[in-house]
């Protein structure tokens, strides 16, 4: 009964993992943006760089909870 609710909360815990890598890839695209004096350059770059982060916890999570069922 408590590795169903550990699952659930790996899965709830996507749900705050997508944001904030894509939040924390903004930011530090943002910050590079601002240090090199480009304008969203980096910031979109450091948005796809989230994204894909996002997609690979995503699939990590996803592999860990259907390894144990």
Not at 59 to 65: A, I, L, P, Y
């Amino acid at each position: 009964m408590a590795t169903k609710y550990r699952e659930y909360g790996d899965l709830l815990a996507l749900g705050i993992m997508f944001p904030a890598c894509i939040a924390i890839g903004y930011g530090l695209g943002w910050l590079v943006d601002g240090w090199t004096g480009n304008r969203n350059t980096f910031s979109f770059i450091g948005i796809l760089f989230g994204i894909a982060a996002a997609f690979i916890n995503l699939f990590r999570v996803v592999k860990k909870v259907d390894g144990k069922q």
